[in-house]
């Protein structure tokens, strides 16, 4: 899941990377509070879990305590892409002299972690990363030995920083390491790191994010639904589900991540246009019926589709689910199912029982899926 | 022969006594499986379907000789058991959990390294030669899926792996070996390694790869392929190419992949490297009819 | 340097390993207070750094007030061995079930920790180790990955524990090799660890020795007078010197600790008494003065041998601060010394010219030593 | 020739900026030593004797490929260099530093093992191939010490070296290679490797090994001749004869141990295996010339 700026920040403070003073705001009422304890002008920062918000203005430094709240006031409850913004982080600014960049994530290639400065940062870092590759200076990390004195050392100083500077930013990096362990982070970024004029080094933003796989070890992280761009999303995840919404009319559940973008794209390319994706597969072969219910919500939907392969979740014991939640539903939308794998013979007649229409191809449902869409 | 796994192969199922180990162990023995040992910590002396139960894997290693180990172990104990695993000389381990947490298997894959072993998964369901054994739960009884024959496949799917080897058996065709290296981002074993594999195995006479958008694995493949260390006849299909690109990796992703992991960059990058690539599962079957076995 | 039990044990506790409650009394007074807060029969433990003080009757159980105060007072101050007893812990006695053994140190031969753990402790490990050496289970760490949750479990279980108390035996056997690591310990030994009627496990005793080169990690470990058997190992120790007491009449200067070791055979093998070990070679080359001040200080020395090779530490300058001491102590006992090494042609000039006989073989020089400590 | 050094090895000196570093790299290159680079972070541009200072081993091993690191770094730091030398792919290293913790050893022979590489040290002299090269401060410049001859050395000890070695030229004879293995409790490398290479050197006809009390190491080195794993002529010294048993490590210790240790111990392994043992460092040189070479 990824962290809101504001949450990462607390996380550094904690850690000892110095990030800028500053105060979260829920309301434009809260922004009163603010100006007894903040001298302006103050970097106004909304706080939203997407990238490039500072092209999109939600960025702002302003001097007049009015002005702030009304901003404050305007930001707050609107939508940036598909998410609400909920808080704006007040800041006091920061006087910049250079702006440098720090990431570690994990390099899939090498099953390590990767560590990664430059010593330009800001907004245009993935143009630099490919217009002058070079300047990005990249460390892999060995799991068990950690990230190493020497090779902060030898990053801080190709990145061309001596002196009290490179000490501070070798400290930063050191921490982040330790973060990116602790917390089970994919991705633990900052960006800009900021050198002030009077050499000390600040963390200007946070960018900090903690494998879902891993959050069981970390209960003080919940996925709520500002996490998610849409309800149904939300209540997927709360069931074990994962559903994103597509925008379309035929309604998409699939055993297996692979067969459901299978069947997404093969309903592109016979001209339809697919709801949602909607994976059941893997050890939730018991929520047949959680998915049916799901995405018998989508508004707008014209034909469900269902394309299985049960193995592990077996084809039979899909079947049960499927029958018992149309049973209890009785949905209006006709329902295609393609069904195969263990116990295949008795899912079909189950299925075929209760008046659904059945293929053994995957191809052969979404045809007739997309047909009865345009309908 | 096919690759990996033989009927020769002595297995070892961790999590054997709990319910998901013990079904799929009469399976797996259906298959012909040479299923040689269980292990469940505080149940040793049990059997399992005649297969004898150890506490630790280093006693199964040692009374039997077995040197694959297939895992059903939950996703927050799968670190302990396949370190377990490779510090009593496992080979070869196939880990079918979903949702092991991606630090964890950075452990993994850098214990599994330093000990020339090598880890199939997480989340894959499974590998098997056909015809001989299977580690997992392929079902190889489904005759119109899965039949012995010349097609190596190799997959990071589980029900589309099946999807597409029903149409390699409609093609009249059928398979060595289906090898799942699983559907997680940092899998223990990559899509290139597997090739150099099949390109070992003389049985092998083609492969079928199933991808999918993310990741840089198609394109290590048909660098392979460039490089001359797979010669044989490649047929891909790429699950995902209507998918939104995947951002959560932010900068520091984009950084590292390089503008790879679209199914079109995928794409492009097999073709140029005189793969085929397949627009429809069906179409792997038509594909392989058009070549000559 | 060697923890007392109490130290141990109070890491222990920190630690969350169980440590029968106890005090800590230097006198007899002291004893007053306990017999308010503790009740009686009490455990007495005299605090020595050297094993086998229960054999040494320095462990009693006592049930009288006033026998304890009798006890301790006997004890401390009294010596065990080279050792002053300066403290008696009194704990609560465990009600004893069963004892095993555990402990933590490091295998030279792999370069690996290695744990051990035993189903039958007490103080017998030993004899048992070499009787019966298949009861005690052993366990190698790979020093990157740490002692692993597999190994721990396997451990326990061949050790004939299951349950709770395999569980507890779990967790302190993770923590021993936590404290191992973080103490940069040489040893971590728990011996008897017992189990009481109740099933809980006791650290009953807490052997602890922490690597004198790590020290500098762990300022508040500090080396006093009591870690020593000696003052003059004491003084040689505060300045960097390593010097052992044995007893004899030819005081021993040397250069590298394999040099010191063949003089001292030397002596032996040719009849004489070595007063002592004390090798000033490596970094510590500038000590040469030091050394000398050191030795002539031990009572009944004879004569006074310096052997020395100067490589790291030059002949010459070694001889420097020889003359410079000579000079200022203006010592009575003869001095005879080998000279060798870098710069040893000024060297040999410079002790000559203060009448010094000078060697240049090692056996010479001894013999000449223990000509004239037996004249 | 001799063994692991020779005139040709290209050597790095870490911490070459250092008074010591300093000091000791111009008698290395005056005994011949091949020195291509020194490292000292920040000194980059920097000259010393002539050597170029880069500011990381790894910018040294890509600009002069260097292979083999000897260290001027305080105990401290020794740690960070070694694991930075075997990062950057040097394969031979010597750490002259006394008191290195025991656990940054622990780790640092670890990470050696996974690099198929040789930690010499720490707490060592140095090692030399005399009349080629020197790393450290063996004095090569002492004739009467070191001469070149057949004889190979291996020693936890300094100066009892020099002192063995001056008999070895008193006899008439001198060394191939002296490699200094050090005098502390976890050595990077143990005197039964070396043997193994001096077995493979042509040049050296016997080898001399100068042990002391506490450890296995002689036991080890005896065990190595009984397989048949050296077979040349074995002449040891071991000092500590009458020192008192070494207790710290207490029970676990000698548990360990085994009842081994005590130089009565080392000197029956080794007879009994056919070495020959000097009571004294002079009976070695007779010993030697009781001995055709």
């Given at each position: 899941m990824k962290l809101y700026e504001y949450q990462g920040k607390e996380i550094f403070r904690n850690a000892g990377i110095p990030v800028p003073e500053g105060v979260l705001v829920r309301s434009p009422d809260e922004v009163n509070k603010c100006s007894k304890s903040m001298e302006s002008p103050v970097m106004l920062k909304a706080q939203v879990l997407a990238g490039k918000r500072g092209k999109a203005g939600l960025i702002q430094k302003l001097d007049d305590w009015g002005k702030i709240k009304e901003i404050v006031g305007e930001w707050i409850g609107r939508k940036f892409g598909s998410e609400k913004i909920n808080s704006v982080l007040l800041e006091n600014p920061l006087d910049i002299e250079k702006e440098l960049y720090a990431a570690i994530t994990i390099d899939p290639a090498s099953g390590s972690p990767i560590v990664m400065a430059c010593g330009e940062g800001g907004m245009d870092i993935e143009e630099l990363s490919s217009a002058k590759p070079e300047a990005i200076v990249t460390e892999r990390v060995n799991i068990f030995k950690g990230l190493l004195p020497f090779q902060i050392r030898n990053m801080v100083a190709d990145i061309g920083l001596s002196g009290t500077v490179a000490k501070s930013v070798s400290k930063i990096l050191g921490t982040m390491y330790r973060l990116f362990r602790s917390y089970d982070a994919e991705l633990v970024e900052i960006n800009p790191l900021v050198i002030d004029s009077d050499g000390n080094v600040w963390a200007a933003d946070a960018k900090f994010r903690i494998d879902d796989n891993a959050l069981f070890r970390h209960k003080e992280f919940e996925r709520g639904r500002e996490q998610f761009d849409d309800d149904l999303e939300y209540e997927a995840f709360k069931l074990g589900l994962s559903y994103v919404a597509l925008g379309g009319n035929i309604g998409v559940i699939c055993t297996g991540a692979g067969l459901t973008m299978t069947t997404l794209d093969l309903i592109k390319l016979n001209g339809g246009k697919p709801a949602n994706f909607l994976d059941f597969g893997g050890a939730n072969y018991k929520n047949a019926a959680n998915a049916l219910r799901i995405a018998l919500k989508?508004?707008?939907?014209?034909v469900l589709l269902l394309v299985t392969f049960g193995l592990f979740a077996r084809a039979d014991t899909i079947a049960e689910g499927v029958v018992q939640a149309i049973e209890e539903i009785k949905p209006k939308v006709p329902i295609i199912m393609a069904v195969r794998g263990t116990g295949e013979e008795r899912a079909r007649e189950m299925i075929e029982a209760i008046g659904i229409e059945t293929y053994n191809d995957t191809e052969g449902a979404v045809k007739r899926a997309v047909e009865l869409a345009e309908a | 022969m096919g690759i990996i796994l033989s009927s020769e192969t002595r297995v070892v199922v961790q999590g054997i006594t709990g319910r998901e180990g013990t079904f799929w162990t009469d399976w797996m023995l259906k298959a012909g499986t040479k299923i040689v040992a269980g292990v469940t910590p505080g149940k040793e002396g049990q059997r399992v379907h005649g297969v004898p139960v150890y506490g630790s894997v280093r006693k199964a290693v040692k009374e039997t000789g077995c040197d694959t180990s297939v895992m059903f172990v939950p996703p927050a104990f799968t670190k302990d058991a396949v370190f377990e695993a490779l510090d009593a000389g496992i080979k070869t381990m196939v880990i079918l959990a979903e949702h092991v947490p991606v630090h964890d298997m950075l452990e993994m894959k850098t214990f599994a390294t330093e000990c020339d072993a090598m880890i199939l998964g997480p989340n894959t369901a499974g590998s098997a030669t056909i015809g001989e054994a299977m580690l997992g739960f392929i079902p190889f009884w489904l005759d119109y899926v899965y039949r012995p024959g010349p097609i190596g496949v190799v997959t990071r799917s589980g029900s589309l792996t099946n999807e597409v080897s029903s149409h390699i058996v409609s093609a009249g065709l059928g398979q060595t070996s289906v090898i799942g290296i699983g559907g997680d981002p940092v899998p223990g074993t990559r899509t290139a390694d597997i090739l150099k594999l099949f390109e070992k195995d003389d049985k092998t006479e083609a492969v079928v790869l199933v991808g999918e958008a993310g990741g840089t694995m198609e394109e290590e493949a048909a660098e392979l392929v460039k490089q001359g260390g797979f010669t044989k006849p490649l047929v891909a299909f790429l699950a995902g190419r209507f998918a939104p690109p995947e951002k959560k990796m932010g900068h520091a992703g984009a950084i590292i992949t390089g503008g790879k992991g679209s199914v079109q960059s995928k794409t492009e990058a097999l073709e140029s490297a005189g793969a085929r690539v397949a627009m429809k599962p069906a179409e792997v079957g038509e594909i392989l009819k058009e070549m000559s076995f």
């Open positions: 989508i508004k707008g939907l014209k | -």
